[in-house]
Each structure stands twice: as C-alpha cells, then as structure tokens.
C-alpha cells in the first residue's frame, strides 16, 4: 500500500448515499484494511461499525474527515469480490451500499449504538480472561438485564466502547440482547458409554455372568455392545438408538447406568448438521438422467448458465447431486440456492447423504451467533464445501466457488420485496458466477418466463427432463365445471360433490390428500348481511380476514386486529355472514365431512415457530396426517409418496388475479401442487375446481403443456411490452399525508419525462391505496434499447434529487427493479 494512504472510504449501515471518508490514525495505519471493519462517529453522538472499502490519500472536500475510532478486525470479513458484488447490487437495484451491506452480514458483525447486551446464557461467571474494564461490564449486566452501548459507555467512562463490547461478545461472556431473545435451545441428546473398568475382559465376564437372571438388562448391554461396534462413532451409542430403534427397555439401560456398567452423558447435538442422515450413497443415473447430466454438463460448459426444465420427480435433484460430486472433486465449492427455508429441512438430509460434514446451511431463521458461525467458517481454511441456503446465503465469502444450484427457479420468493436491497437471487446469482467464473444451474418444473425464454433464443442452456423417476406417470387432472355444480345444487360449502367423492376414494385406498387454497384465515371477510358493511383495517384501505381460531378479524397487510364483531356497527343487525374460504375453515369443514381422517393445515399462520413447519412436514410423510390443506406453500418442492389426490379449490382466484404475470403463475402453481400426487407406485388424481373449464391456461394444465402456456403467454408480453421483452422499474412513493404523495408523486414524473426510450405508466395508485397509515404511489417505467444501465442510474439520481427536495424530505421513495 502507497504510504500516503490516510483515507478510508467506509460503508456504514445506514440508507445515506455513498460512502464516508475518515482519516486513520497513524498506529492503525498498517493495521486497517480494505473489508475490516472500523468503528466510526457519525452524526453527533452515534457510532457506528463501518465497513472499509478502500484505502485512499484523498481528504473530503466537502466536510473535515474524523478519525476512524477503530479497527476491529484482524483479518477482513468481507473480501474483494464480495464488495464487488455489493457494488453491483446497489447499481443494478438502485439503492444505497449501506443497504446492501446491511442485507449482506449477519447482525452480529455490526455492532451499533442501538445495540443492546446482555449476559451470554453459557456464561459460567469465570474471569479469568477478563481485564478491568470487562470487569465492570460484567458487574454491571449482572443487576440489569441488559445495557446499552451508552450505559456501557457510562460503566467503563470511555466514549468509545466498541472494542469492550466486541472482545466480550468474543469470549462469549455476552451477546446480543435481541439475539438472546429467539436464541433457540440447542438440542440435547443422551448418549452411553461403556464404564472403563469393564475394559478388562475377566471383569466383563463376572458383568455378563451377574447379569444371567437380569435378561432385560443383558440384552440391553449386548445391544449396546453390538451397535458401539457398528455404529457411526465407534464406543458411544445414542438413547434413540437402543430405545426407538432396538426396542430395549429404557429401564434396564437405567439399570446399567446405575450398576456403573454404562456411563450416561448429554451432549449438545450441533445446530449446523444433523449426522443422524448420514452415510454415503450411491444412486446410479437413469439412461434418461445420465443423457440430461451429460448434456448439462456440456452445456454448461459452454454457455455457463443453463435452465433444467424436468417434470417434478423426474430426478432432477438426483442430477444435482453429481454435478456436486464433480465440482467437489475438481475442488470447488458449490452453493445451492432454495426458495423456501423450509424446503432446507427435506433437501440437507439427502445432500449430507452424500457429503456429510461437507455441507453447511445458511438462512435468515438461523440463530444469529449461527450465521456468525458460518460466515467466519466460508472465510478460513476449511470452510464447507456445499453451502445449501435461502437467497442470503449468496452473500457469504466463497473461496473457490465452481456452480450455483437454483431450485424452483420460477419461485417469487426469490425476490427480496422489503426492504432495500430489492434483488432476485437469479440475477444475482448469475452476476456472482460471472464474477467467480462459475456456472450457474437453473432448476424447475415450470421454469420462469424469462429463464425459459433465454434457453429458447440459446442465450443460455436448456436441458429437458420429461420422464418421471421409475416411470411413474404424471397425474390425471379432472376439471369439475363449477357452474354445473352450483346449478345442480350439489356444491357443499366450498367443495364440489366430485372433489368430495374423490377425497372419499382415496381416504378408503390409505392415501393422503392434499388440498390447496391460496388464502388463509377462516373466510375472507365478514359482511352484514343487511346493510353489506365490511370491517376494514385502520391503518389500510382492506378488509380484515377473520381468523377462527385465534377469534379475531385480521389485516394481511399490517398485521392490526380487532375482535370479531357480532353486532353490525352500521345498521345494528347480529346477522353477519363470513365470505369467501380461508384455509383455516376449509379444514375446519373437511373434518367435519370425514370424520375419521385426521386434517392438518400448513399456511402462515400454522408454520410461524421454528419447527412447526418441520413438524407438519414430517407427521404428513410418517402418515400421522391423512389430509393436508395449505397455501402456497404446499406446492414448493416437496417429496411425498402416498399423496394420491390434490384438490385445487379455486383456480378461478389465481387466474383473476390482476397482474401481467397471473396466468404464468397460476400454471406454475396448479403444475407444481399437481406434482405432490402420485409419486410412488399408483397414479395420481387431481381436481381442479373452476367455473371457467374452457380456459386456455386450465387447458395447457391438463396437458402438461408448458410450452404452449409459454408460446401463448410471450405473445402477450410482446404484444403488451412487459419482461423478457423491455425492462421494468417501479418507484412506490409513501406518505401518510395523500395530498403529499400526489405533489411528490408528480413531480418525479416530470423530472423523469428528459429519460429516453421510456414508457413511464401513472403516477398511479395500487389496489390497496393505503397500508400501514400511508399512501401508496406507483410510476411504472418500462424501458428498452440499449444502456439501461446508464438510465438507471440518471433515474436513480433524479430520484433521490426529488427526494432531498425540502416538501419530499419525509416521502419514502422506493425503486424496484424487475419488480415482481
Ligand atoms: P425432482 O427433484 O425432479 O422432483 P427427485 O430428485 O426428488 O426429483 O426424485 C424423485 C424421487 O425419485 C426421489 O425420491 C429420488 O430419490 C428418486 N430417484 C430419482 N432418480 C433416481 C435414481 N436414479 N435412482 C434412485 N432413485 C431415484
Ligand atoms: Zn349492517
Ligand atoms: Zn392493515
């Protein structure tokens, strides 16, 4: 480095354009490093963790630079191409780097003023390790349940603490005080040992001879002798094992324990892997698989990013597996990339199958000490080679990185909405292969729009897997016309007569049912049934749902409540009907239809602890449930194999949905929820309730046509200039004042009318106008040609000009690129 280095340009995390120059002190000139973190004044009082990008010999022009406070790392935790990636992020999505860096790193490495600690639980109250000023810390925390930055500040009389605090969270004396608050317990586990002195084989002979008459107890220790052997971890048997697995009385292995045969211990079983799934498997390709893995491969080798379009259950996960296989073998690393957290849980087991301890997950539902963990792990020597993860596991540290897997491809959930960054994990993860020259595989049943669109033009690869795993045939899709229902009167609550004789047929065959229902809660709303008053939310321009279960009338947008009303506020009537069906009242009723079958239902509001979703999952897959009712979530990507019906109960709700991607997604949600029927062995049924049969799209379901949904659906979005074909970008203006979002809203518009080669749509209010007590604008610009980027960046800057306008300082203007 130019010894005239005594600048940092720093990253604070913070939504402020741009970054900060501070100056370095001269004794931590040789220390600070681009990707350290710094500890920096900002603003009055406030102090910050800031990131440092770059070291520099050029003061500010425009304020006094401060000294950086400083420095508290070693080592960088962020490296290069990570900052290139944010770099990238904040241009490509049009929002500040202090944002990105904010998505970007777990909490625990940003330590602010606003944090807040208290004593860590595993804390054994040794202090040893401690020096004076940590003393006191410790002291202090002791009477209180938590301190501030400031308190802590006031304890130790410095001004900058910082330092104190991160040595502390360290040792692990103390942590985050939030994070403290949905640390979940770590899961214990009893394992046996056999007592050292029975090592010596005379003695072990006297044990077995005293143990003749006791033959529970001897079959109990010759079991345990027996699976120390053959077990993964030689000389330690696991409770589960000897009880669940071997069927040993728990009282006899008590018995040993307290003949000193069997020692007893508990141990923390680790957070990060479950080695219960392990040992190696081999699965050999199909011909079919082997001629897709041979053509992917090749494919992407040449164009680096290719699209796996493969029916659901063909093997396309199997696919997956070898293509790990050969970039673990050419010693890289692979990240494979979910949309849904929860499909981690079904995924990790068959990954660890083949690779073990090798395997590493990182999400947002990890603990935050967890995500730490992790990150520090990708930035050492040995870090894992398979990171599986939602889209935040794109921003850790890789070292070698050789593919990204994208499952379920065409999931929205890969778009961040709130807040900024608002990425798609695709693009992004396509920059990220650009950039590490690694190849990125795409992966779906019904892949996007736009990712099958490439793989037609040949801008990337595209690889068809058509055949199901073993020959299963994909299901048979009944249409049951509801208007002929409705006419006949044969349609009971929600359900058709046909549905319900089909969910008879397959209840009596021992299969499971699935049926899907895009809305939870217990019905839509509740209406008078006099005067057609509805209860709205306060804070937003929408009707509450009603929830049955927990008695109350709920926003989805804010999540306010009230109390279900009984008595209508308008005209006085107690006649209040509830419309429309949430998930929430459909198994309520199919209950009380089939009173044998044990109904279970998966939606947001079933699946909020940690492992409630985990746990349905598993009761559904062990059978403990027959009929499952869900929500979207029951369509993503999972594995079952005695589902031998789907019911879909409204398809006319996801094609009425008003969006230019509606029936793109209504296909990809009718196809994929299709393919939980019928995996193994039988066939599989399914119902699709409509009242519109003769629909084109219902059609192409039926047909298993993706292609003519796709041919169809691209014609439109020519037709009508939307994605693949122009570029899209939605500013969202907020305000809780009406009158100001219209004056802000306008004016945008007008100082974006100089942009060429745009349609700029509105200002324009959404369908719901007002969430959370404030207005909602929308400009929609739709862009084509080339140098989108260089007008991305002239829109960005004239946004943020309007913004720091003085009548627009309080308006929240948000940027969406591709918005979804
Ligand atoms: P997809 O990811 O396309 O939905 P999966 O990879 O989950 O399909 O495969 C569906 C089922 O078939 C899984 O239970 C999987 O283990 C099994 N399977 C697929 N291919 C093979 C194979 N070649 N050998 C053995 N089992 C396979
Ligand atoms: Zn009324
Ligand atoms: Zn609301």
């Not at 220390?31 to 963790?49: A, E, I, P, W």
């Not at 082997?290 to 494919?299: I, P, R």
Request: aromatic residues 8%; proline residues 4%.
């Amino acid at each position: 480095m130019s010894a005239l280095a005594h600048f940092v340009e720093v990253i604070l995390p913070i939504p402020l354009k741009g970054t900060f120059t501070y100056r370095v002190p001269r004794d931590m000139e040789n220390v600070v490093q681009t990707g350290m973190r710094v500890v920096v004044q900002f603003g009055r009082r406030k102090l910050y963790t800031g990131l440092v990008l770059q070291k520099h010999d050029r003061p500010p022009t425009a304020y006094q630079a401060k000294y950086i406070v400083d420095v508290l790392d070693e080592e960088p935790v962020v490296t290069p191409s990570q900052i290139s990636f944010w770099q990238w992020m904040h241009t490509y999505y049009m929002c500040h780097l202090g944002d990105v860096m904010n998505a970007a790193i777990p909490s625990g490495l940003k330590l602010s003023s606003e944090t807040r600690l208290a004593i860590h639980p595993d804390y054994t109250g040794e202090t040893e390790d401690l020096d004076a000023e940590e003393m006191d810390v410790v002291e202090s925390l002791q009477h209180k349940p938590f301190l501030t930055m400031e308190d802590i500040a006031k304890v130790v009389r410095k001004t900058h603490v910082l330092h104190v605090v991160q040595s502390l969270v360290k040792k692990e004396v103390v942590a985050q005080y939030e994070e403290l608050q949905h640390k979940f317990k770590p899961k214990i586990e009893i394992i046996y040992r056999l007592a050292p002195w029975l090592e010596d084989k005379e003695k072990m002979a006297e044990v077995f001879d005293a143990l003749n008459r006791a033959t529970k107890q001897l079959e109990a220790l010759m079991q345990f002798i027996q699976s120390s052997k053959t077990g993964k971890e030689k000389g330690v048997v696991r409770r589960t094992v000897l009880i669940k697995d071997n069927g040993i009385s728990a009282a006899a292995i008590d018995q040993l324990v307290k003949k000193e045969i069997l020692i007893k211990e508990e141990r923390e079983i680790t957070r990060l892997v479950d080695t219960d799934a392990w040992a190696t498997e081999n699965i050999t390709l199909t011909e079919h698989q082997q001629t897709t893995f041979d053509e992917l491969k090749k494919q992407l080798s040449d164009k680096k990013v290719a699209l796996l379009h493969g029916v659901t259950s063909s093997g396309k996960t199997e696919v997956y597996i070898r293509l790990i296989q050969e970039q673990l073998a050419a010693s890289k690393q692979v990240l494979y990339v979910l949309p849904e957290i929860a499909l981690t849980a079904q995924i990790i087991q068959r990954l660890q199958k083949h690779f073990g301890e090798d395997v590493g997950i990182y999400h947002s539902k990890l603990s935050d000490n967890e995500r730490v963990e992790v990150w520090n792990k990708q930035l050492g020597e040995e870090p894992y080679k398979v990171i599986l993860g939602a889209r935040s596991a794109l921003f850790l540290p890789f070292k070698e990185l050789g593919m990204v897997i994208m499952d379920e491809e065409h999931e929205h959930t890969f778009k961040q909405h709130d807040p900024a960054p608002r990425y798609h994990a695709r693009d992004a993860a396509a920059y990220l292969c650009k950039q590490a020259e690694a190849q990125l595989l795409l992966g779906s049943a019904t892949p996007s729009l736009e990712a099958y669109y490439n793989g037609m033009r040949q801008k990337i690869g595209l690889v068809q897997l058509t055949e199901r795993y073993g020959g299963i045939q994909l299901p048979h899709i009944e249409i049951c016309d509801l208007k002929l229902e409705r006419k006949a009167q044969t349609m009971k609550g929600p359900f058709s007569s046909q549905l319900l004789q089909r969910i008879g047929e397959t209840l009596a065959r021992n299969q499971q049912v699935i049926i899907f229902q895009n809305r939870r809660g217990y019905s839509s709303f509740i209406q008078c049934n006099s005067c057609g008053w509805v209860p709205d939310c306060i804070n937003c321009d929408i009707s509450l749902t009603y929830h049955k279960y927990s008695q109350d009338v709920r926003c989805h947008y804010c999540g306010h409540a009230d109390k279900v009303p009984h008595v209508c506020p308008n005209c006085q009537s107690t006649y209040l009907k509830t419309k429309g069906f949430g998930t929430e009242q459909i198994e309520e009723e199919l209950s009380v239809h089939f009173s044998e079958a044990v109904v279970a239902r998966m939606d947001m509001d079933t699946t909020r602890g940690k492992h409630a979703y985990t746990r349905i999952i598993s009761d559904f897959e062990d059978q403990r449930i027959n009929m499952l009712v869900g929500t979207q979530m029951v369509t993503k990507g999972l594995d079952f194999d005695h589902v031998g019906l789907v019911g879909i109960l409204n398809a006319d709700q996801l094609l009425n949905y008003p969006d230019f991607r509606a029936y793109e997604r209504a296909y990809q949600l009718m196809a994929q929820v299709s393919g939980r029927a019928g995996r193994k062995g039988r066939r599989g049924l399914v119902v699709v309730q409509t009242s519109e049969p003769q629909h084109f799209i219902i059609e192409q379901v039926v047909r298993n046509n993706y292609h003519g949904m796709y041919l169809s659906e691209l014609d439109q979005r020519k037709l009508f200039r939307y994605p693949p074909f122009i570029k899209m970008i939605r500013i969202t203006l907020k305000h809780r004042d009406r009158d100001k979002v219209d004056a802000a809203a306008d004016a945008l518009a007008q100082a974006l009318e100089p942009i060429p080669d745009k349609m700029l749509l509105g200002p324009e209010y959404p369908l719901v106008q007002r969430i959370r007590n404030k207005y909602n604008k929308h400009i929609l610009l739709k862009m084509g040609g080339p140098n989108i980027g260089q007008r991305k960046e002239q829109i960005f800057d004239i946004i943020q000009k309007i913004n720091a306008e003085k009548e627009f300082r309080s308006v929240y203007f948000q940027p969406d690129v591709d918005p979804m």
